[in-house]
Protein backbone atom coordinates (compact mmCIF):
# COMPACT_ATOMS: atom_id res chain seq x y z
CA UNK A 1 0.00 0.00 0.00
CA UNK A 2 1.48 3.41 -1.49
CA UNK A 3 1.30 5.69 1.82
CA UNK A 4 3.26 8.19 4.71
CA UNK A 5 3.26 7.23 7.70
CA UNK A 6 4.20 10.29 10.55
CA UNK A 7 5.30 9.87 13.66
CA UNK A 8 2.89 10.27 16.84
CA UNK A 9 1.97 13.46 18.34
CA UNK A 10 4.22 15.56 20.82
CA UNK A 11 4.29 17.82 23.60
CA UNK A 12 7.19 19.94 24.06
CA UNK A 13 8.33 23.00 26.17
CA UNK A 14 9.09 26.55 24.37
CA UNK A 15 12.83 26.42 23.56
CA UNK A 16 12.89 22.79 22.90
CA UNK A 17 13.06 20.60 19.75
CA UNK A 18 11.01 18.18 18.11
CA UNK A 19 11.71 15.73 15.55
CA UNK A 20 9.18 14.24 13.51
CA UNK A 21 9.03 11.33 10.89
CA UNK A 22 8.07 10.60 7.86
CA UNK A 23 7.89 6.35 6.37
CA UNK A 24 7.19 5.95 3.13
CA UNK A 25 6.06 2.62 2.02
CA UNK A 26 4.75 0.92 -1.14
CA UNK A 27 6.83 2.95 -3.63
CA UNK A 28 10.86 3.47 -4.60
CA UNK A 29 11.45 5.97 -2.00
CA UNK A 30 13.94 7.60 -4.05
CA UNK A 31 11.30 8.34 -7.01
CA UNK A 32 10.01 11.37 -5.16
CA UNK A 33 11.05 13.83 -3.26
CA UNK A 34 8.96 14.66 0.32
CA UNK A 35 8.23 18.17 1.69
CA UNK A 36 6.76 19.65 4.73
CA UNK A 37 4.02 21.50 5.52
CA UNK A 38 2.58 23.04 8.74
CA UNK A 39 -0.70 23.81 9.53
CA UNK A 40 -1.49 26.05 12.77
CA UNK A 41 -5.01 25.89 13.97
CA UNK A 42 -7.05 28.13 12.59
CA UNK A 43 -4.59 29.05 10.18
CA UNK A 44 -2.98 28.51 6.53
CA UNK A 45 -0.70 25.86 4.78
CA UNK A 46 2.95 26.81 5.02
CA UNK A 47 5.60 25.23 3.18
CA UNK A 48 8.29 24.31 5.33
CA UNK A 49 11.35 22.57 3.46
CA UNK A 50 12.08 20.21 0.56
CA UNK A 51 13.81 17.13 1.14
CA UNK A 52 15.39 15.50 -2.33
CA UNK A 53 14.96 11.81 -1.48
CA UNK A 54 17.93 10.81 -4.01
CA UNK A 55 20.57 13.19 -3.00
CA UNK A 56 19.75 14.21 0.34
CA UNK A 57 19.67 17.58 -0.36
CA UNK A 58 17.21 20.19 1.49
CA UNK A 59 15.83 23.24 0.92
CA UNK A 60 14.08 25.29 3.33
CA UNK A 61 11.97 27.95 3.70
CA UNK A 62 13.27 31.54 4.50
CA UNK A 63 10.99 31.39 7.56
CA UNK A 64 12.76 28.80 9.13
CA UNK A 65 16.06 29.06 8.18
CA UNK A 66 18.33 27.77 10.62
CA UNK A 67 15.68 26.11 12.97
CA UNK A 68 14.36 23.30 10.56
CA UNK A 69 16.40 20.31 9.48
CA UNK A 70 15.29 17.72 7.23
CA UNK A 71 17.33 14.52 7.17
CA UNK A 72 16.45 11.30 4.71
CA UNK A 73 17.21 7.48 6.20
CA UNK A 74 17.13 5.45 3.21
CA UNK A 75 17.81 2.39 5.34
CA UNK A 76 14.21 2.23 6.50
CA UNK A 77 12.43 5.15 3.41
CA UNK A 78 12.37 8.11 6.09
CA UNK A 79 12.33 11.41 6.42
CA UNK A 80 12.89 13.58 9.64
CA UNK A 81 12.00 17.10 10.12
CA UNK A 82 13.68 18.66 13.45
CA UNK A 83 12.43 22.05 14.00
CA UNK A 84 14.62 23.55 17.24
CA UNK A 85 13.79 26.71 19.70
CA UNK A 86 10.08 25.93 20.00
CA UNK A 87 8.06 28.82 20.63
CA UNK A 88 4.19 28.77 21.25
CA UNK A 89 3.18 29.82 17.87
CA UNK A 90 5.19 26.67 16.56
CA UNK A 91 2.00 24.90 17.74
CA UNK A 92 1.26 22.88 14.62
CA UNK A 93 -0.16 20.02 12.77
CA UNK A 94 2.70 19.38 10.49
CA UNK A 95 2.64 17.08 7.30
CA UNK A 96 4.99 15.46 5.23
CA UNK A 97 3.71 15.03 1.52
CA UNK A 98 5.13 13.16 -1.87
CA UNK A 99 6.08 15.37 -4.34
CA UNK A 100 4.38 13.64 -7.60
CA UNK A 101 1.61 15.19 -9.19
CA UNK A 102 1.46 17.85 -6.87
CA UNK A 103 1.50 17.20 -3.69
CA UNK A 104 -0.11 13.63 -4.33
CA UNK A 105 0.34 11.58 -1.26
CA UNK A 106 0.12 12.86 2.33
CA UNK A 107 1.10 11.52 5.83
CA UNK A 108 -1.83 11.67 8.51
CA UNK A 109 -0.39 14.70 10.16
CA UNK A 110 1.47 15.32 13.29
CA UNK A 111 0.38 17.57 16.53
CA UNK A 112 2.82 19.26 17.81
CA UNK A 113 2.07 21.26 20.65
CA UNK A 114 4.37 23.82 22.32
CA UNK B 1 8.07 35.67 0.12
CA UNK B 2 4.02 36.54 0.95
CA UNK B 3 1.63 33.67 0.59
CA UNK B 4 -0.42 33.87 -2.91
CA UNK B 5 -3.69 36.27 -2.97
CA UNK B 6 -6.77 34.41 -2.54
CA UNK B 7 -10.50 35.49 -1.46
CA UNK B 8 -10.69 34.50 1.78
CA UNK B 9 -14.24 33.21 1.30
CA UNK B 10 -16.72 31.70 -1.78
CA UNK B 11 -20.17 30.85 -1.47
CA UNK B 12 -22.95 29.55 -4.25
CA UNK B 13 -25.72 27.36 -4.42
CA UNK B 14 -25.88 23.49 -5.09
CA UNK B 15 -25.42 23.48 -8.85
CA UNK B 16 -23.84 26.77 -9.18
CA UNK B 17 -20.50 27.67 -10.30
CA UNK B 18 -17.76 29.05 -8.19
CA UNK B 19 -14.41 30.36 -8.87
CA UNK B 20 -11.36 30.94 -6.60
CA UNK B 21 -8.35 32.88 -7.70
CA UNK B 22 -5.10 32.68 -7.13
CA UNK B 23 -2.97 35.99 -7.90
CA UNK B 24 0.69 35.60 -7.82
CA UNK B 25 3.92 36.96 -9.17
CA UNK B 26 6.20 37.07 -12.37
CA UNK B 27 8.38 34.89 -9.83
CA UNK B 28 5.74 32.00 -9.14
CA UNK B 29 2.25 31.16 -11.06
CA UNK B 30 2.98 33.46 -13.71
CA UNK B 31 6.75 31.59 -14.29
CA UNK B 32 6.32 27.98 -14.35
CA UNK B 33 2.92 25.36 -14.86
CA UNK B 34 3.16 24.04 -11.42
CA UNK B 35 0.35 25.13 -9.78
CA UNK B 36 -1.74 23.11 -7.79
CA UNK B 37 -4.86 23.16 -5.66
CA UNK B 38 -5.63 21.02 -2.52
CA UNK B 39 -9.09 20.39 -1.03
CA UNK B 40 -8.93 20.09 3.21
CA UNK B 41 -11.62 19.07 5.15
CA UNK B 42 -11.81 19.75 9.08
CA UNK B 43 -9.24 17.29 10.65
CA UNK B 44 -8.70 15.75 6.91
CA UNK B 45 -4.73 15.62 5.74
CA UNK B 46 -5.24 18.04 2.72
CA UNK B 47 -5.91 16.17 -1.30
CA UNK B 48 -5.06 17.27 -4.47
CA UNK B 49 -7.57 18.34 -6.75
CA UNK B 50 -5.53 19.71 -9.43
CA UNK B 51 -1.61 20.03 -10.32
CA UNK B 52 0.28 21.22 -13.36
CA UNK B 53 -2.28 23.88 -13.59
CA UNK B 54 -4.86 22.37 -15.47
CA UNK B 55 -4.29 18.19 -14.51
CA UNK B 56 -6.87 16.18 -12.43
CA UNK B 57 -5.57 13.18 -10.35
CA UNK B 58 -7.68 10.04 -11.20
CA UNK B 59 -10.79 9.91 -8.95
CA UNK B 60 -11.51 13.69 -8.20
CA UNK B 61 -14.32 14.49 -9.95
CA UNK B 62 -14.60 16.28 -13.17
CA UNK B 63 -16.66 19.11 -11.85
CA UNK B 64 -12.94 20.53 -10.34
CA UNK B 65 -11.43 22.20 -13.13
CA UNK B 66 -8.01 24.65 -13.42
CA UNK B 67 -6.57 27.89 -15.13
CA UNK B 68 -3.94 30.25 -14.94
CA UNK B 69 -3.30 33.42 -17.42
CA UNK B 70 -0.64 35.58 -16.27
CA UNK B 71 0.17 35.52 -12.84
CA UNK B 72 -3.02 34.51 -11.96
CA UNK B 73 -4.09 30.79 -11.66
CA UNK B 74 -8.16 29.75 -10.81
CA UNK B 75 -9.86 26.94 -9.53
CA UNK B 76 -13.58 26.34 -11.08
CA UNK B 77 -15.87 23.76 -9.15
CA UNK B 78 -18.93 22.94 -11.00
CA UNK B 79 -22.29 21.65 -10.08
CA UNK B 80 -21.41 22.41 -6.55
CA UNK B 81 -22.34 19.76 -4.51
CA UNK B 82 -22.50 19.90 -0.40
CA UNK B 83 -19.45 17.50 0.17
CA UNK B 84 -17.62 20.70 -1.81
CA UNK B 85 -17.98 22.48 1.24
CA UNK B 86 -14.03 22.99 2.45
CA UNK B 87 -11.23 25.07 2.58
CA UNK B 88 -8.74 25.57 -0.79
CA UNK B 89 -5.31 26.28 -1.10
CA UNK B 90 -3.55 27.11 -4.26
CA UNK B 91 -0.11 26.28 -4.34
CA UNK B 92 2.94 27.04 -6.63
CA UNK B 93 6.40 26.30 -6.95
CA UNK B 94 8.91 29.33 -7.12
CA UNK B 95 12.09 27.40 -8.47
CA UNK B 96 14.90 26.06 -6.83
CA UNK B 97 13.15 23.24 -4.79
CA UNK B 98 10.44 25.59 -3.26
CA UNK B 99 6.84 26.00 -2.76
CA UNK B 100 4.69 29.21 -1.80
CA UNK B 101 0.88 28.59 -0.84
CA UNK B 102 -2.01 30.68 -1.20
CA UNK B 103 -3.77 32.17 2.60
CA UNK B 104 -7.05 29.41 1.29
CA UNK B 105 -10.57 29.97 0.93
CA UNK B 106 -13.62 28.63 2.94
CA UNK B 107 -15.96 27.49 0.22
CA UNK B 108 -19.79 27.37 1.19
CA UNK B 109 -22.52 25.80 -0.16
CA UNK B 110 -26.09 27.63 0.77
Known amino acids: QVQLVQSGAEVKKPGASVKVSCKAS????????IVWVRQATGQGLEWMGWMQTDSGNAVYAQKFQGRVTLTRDTSINAVHMELSSLRPDDTALYFC?????????WGQGTLVTV | QSALTQPRSVSGSPGQSVTISCIGTSSDVGAYNFVSWYQIHPGKAPKVMIYDVTQRPSGVSDRFSGSKSGNTASLTVSGLQAEDEADYYCCSYAGGHTLIFGGGTQLTVL
Open chain 1, 26 to 33: GYTFTTFD
Open chain 1, 97 to 105: ARNGGGLGL
